[in-house]
């Protein structure tokens, strides 16, 4: 249910006026909206009254008014209060109500004339102030103390009363009794002054324009900072002075924040940012250099705007003024790029110089805050690893899970930034050196100390705002199957087991007796086929994985062991495993080594030979086979510098092994002879013993 707004009046004079209702009504409600709470204190301190108070006057009345408003819809009883007195207005049913007076704009009337006088008469339009609030005829006061000496409305004063003399200019009577109309001359003299000075103000509007547009304007947004101070002082100095003689009255629309009941602004739920309407507000007698600063702001932001320039310069001085500008601003010096401490920020940040970086800044939509084009950073030649996060297959730098998404993204962008602006300050960047100020280019000083500064102070923002990422787990279940055994992380699998969340688990299969082992695995439903076991997986979430064996056929045996680096042409010694080479059995491919060089490989009864090679390069080392049991632990070695597979090892093979000697982007497992994972002197040494020889394997015989 909602409450009671109660109109109190309050004594001009004596308190003792005061009424038992009014002084019980004030006793009585939740709370009293007083024009002037320290004067209304003194009166509640009078009767006893203690009860809280709000604010509620001219200038705060539209916000403080749906405060008050919500409060009595809720169900409280509020009593409002002026600091003395009650004002009326006689509405359209013949009833006094308590208003102040309307204050309506005026214009200059030609059509009505008293001897050829304009007059000034009000329209039907109520007038506002600058900040678009409704403007009355507000009753003033005047206080007097006992003694009747007029005081302020801050000193002992005992009666208050409100001010209704006016001072009028007295008609003269002359001896013959006739009555000189000084009043009305006087009228018709300030009337006539005043329409001429408006016409005056429209004549000389377009000059005042002008001074806006081409100084006011056009220096809005330079910052001393960017120039040489003496050089850019001239120049502000010269704006400065012909600023002073004018102002401007601005109306332009903004976003303005939406305020609940409680006085808090209203936030979005779905942006999580405070909600805005679109306003109007209205500025008068504003200095050029903030409208120029507001006018600016309306444009980048799409807002519509309209102003009104008043000056008493004339045209000629305008001209003069604006061409003196002109000349000192061409004459300041632009400092230019001056990136070096942005260029330590963007290393200190990211671990590498910006020249060894490639950037993609983030692109956003016309509301500044949307992204349509995520930021990027890529590495080139020359880059080291990354201080955060890692690069990926394709050399781009990607959280390796350690930060929070929201973070590494800012980390990711203001790097972009950084790196972009660097590469742009060395480059292209049109204003690099210093040099004079183009004031027609102003747009294009881009890279000014002011947008280095910027970016700089995110980069080290962003930096420190990386977030570590929350912890998360997954379960790895597996599914039993008959005649195979799963070991995850070396442990042989029992019971579901709790793994963090993006971490990599090792999955091993082995096959009973009579069973055989299949290169595959069910994964969460799909099949997916491995090269070899054991098997790393990455888990991003909850996983179950199913093994595949099948019976194992009485007539096969299984040879297992590994496939080596040979270190002489006739493969008798060895250094240490390869990865990705074939073993073939009767033309087909039965096993391909794993990471550890280690391979498995299930063939007919009665095969007699095996032969070890790589695909596309034939190094075809033959191995016989005797016997009808499992052979294991083999160690076979082969020659992997035979590049071109011709059975010599020659200047062909030279050239691949020179491309990636020393290099790491080029680096090839097959040039690293002693799989130390470099190619370098050692592996150099090596092939060297190999160099002009033709390999010639010896008999290799299993059984």
């Not at 963007?346 to 995520?374: H, R, W």
């Not at 579901?496 to 091993?508: A, F, L, M, Q």
Request: net charge negative.
């Amino acid at each position: 249910m909602s409450g009671i707004l109660y109109v109190v009046g309050t004594p001009i004079g004596n308190l003792s006026d005061f009424s038992p209702r009014a002084v019980e009504t004030l006793a009585n409600v939740d709370f009293i909206a007083a024009e002037d709470t320290r004067v209304t204190l003194k009166l509640l301190n009078h009767f006893d009254i203690k009860k809280e108070m709000v604010s509620y006057y001219e200038h705060n009345k539209r916000q403080r008014g749906e405060i008050i408003c919500q409060r009595i819809l809720n169900g409280e009883n509020c009593a409002i209060v002026t600091d003395a007195g009650i004002k009326v207005i006689k509405n359209a049913d013949g009833k006094y109500y308590l208003a102040n007076s309307v204050v309506y704009e005026t214009t200059w009337d030609n059509a009505i004339t008293t001897n050829g006088n304009p007059c000034q008469m009000p329209t039907k339009t109520q007038a506002t102030d600058s900040q678009g609030n409704l403007l009355y005829n507000q009753v003033q006061y005047v206080y007097r103390d006992a003694d009747g000496k007029k005081v302020n409305s801050n000193e002992d004063w005992s009666c208050k009363f409100p001010v209704t003399d006016y001072t009028i200019v007295p008609n003269e009577v002359k001896s013959d009794g006739s009555i000189v109309d000084n009043r009305g001359a006087v009228a018709k003299a300030v009337d006539r002054i005043n329409y001429v000075t408006s016409i005056m103000n429209d004549t000389l509007k377009p000059a005042a324009d002008n001074a806006f547009k081409n100084i006011s304007v056009a220096r809005t947004g330079l910052n001393d900072t960017n120039f040489n101070i003496l050089t850019f002082s001239k120049m502000t100095d010269i704006a400065r002075n012909i600023e002073k003689n004018f102002t401007v009255d601005l109306e332009y629309h903004y976003d303005k924040v939406v305020l609940g009941a409680d006085g808090n602004p209203v936030i979005d739920e779905a942006t999580g940012e405070a909600k805005t309407e679109d306003a109007v507000k209205k500025e008068l007698g504003v200095s050029p250099a903030s409208a120029a600063s507001t006018v600016q702001n309306c444009i980048d932001n799409g807002k519509s705007y309209t102003y009104v320039t008043h000056s008493s310069l004339s045209s000629a001085a305008v001209a003069e003024y604006t061409r003196l500008f002109n000349i000192f601003a061409s004459a300041a010096v632009e400092r230019g790029y001056q990136g070096a401490q942005l260029e330590k920020e963007i290393k200190c940040a990211s671990g590498n110089i910006y020249s060894t970086l490639t950037a993609t800044k983030a692109v956003y939509a016309e509301d500044g805050k949307t992204v349509t084009t995520e930021a990027s950073v890529s590495k080139t030649t020359g880059a080291n690893a990354p201080r955060f996060g890692k690069w990926d297959a394709e050399g781009k730098l990607v959280n390796d899970g350690s930060y929070t998404a929201e973070s590494w993204t800012r980390y990711v962008r203001a790097l972009a930034a950084a790196v972009a602006l660097a590469q742009y300050g060395n480059g292209d960047y049109a204003h690099k050196d210093p040099a004079n100020f183009v004031l027609s280019d102003k747009k294009g000083y881009d890279a000014s100390l002011t947008n280095i500064y910027t970016v700089d102070t995110e980069l080290q923002a962003a930096e420190i705002a990386l977030a570590p990422a929350e912890t998360t787990n997954s379960t790895v279940t597996v599914n039993a199957v008959e005649g195979a055994t799963v070991t995850i992380n070396g442990a042989a699998y029992a019971t579901p087991v709790s793994v963090e969340t993006g971490s990599t688990i090792t999955i091993d299969v082995k096959a009973a007796e009579g069973y055989q082992v299949v290169n595959e695995l069910t994964i969460n439903g799909e099949k997916v086929t491995v090269n070899a076991f054991p098997y790393e997986y990455k888990v991003d979430g909850n996983v179950t994985i199913a093994p595949s064996v099948k019976q194992a056929a009485a007539d096969t045996i299984t040879v297992s062991g590994k496939v080596l680096i040979a270190a002489n042409t006739t493969g008798t010694k060895s250094t240490k495993d390869i990865v990705g080479i074939d073993v073939v059995a009767n033309g087909e491919v039965v096993a391909t080594t794993a990471s550890d060089g280690s391979f498995t490989a299930t063939v007919p009864v009665g095969t007699t030979k095996l032969t070890i090679q790589r695909k596309n390069v034939t190094i075809n080392r033959t191995v016989t086979l005797s016997g009808t049991k499992d052979i294991s632990n083999v160690e076979i070695p082969v020659c992997i510098c035979n590049y071109n597979g011709d059975t010599t090892v020659n200047a062909l093979d030279k050239s691949t092994f020179a491309t990636a000697y020393g290099n790491k982007d080029k680096y090839n497992i097959y040039c690293d002879l002693n799989g130390d994972g470099a190619v370098n002197s050692l592996d150099k040494s090596t092939f060297a013993a190999f160099f002009g020889n033709k390999v010639e394997y010896a008999t290799l015989a299993l059984d």
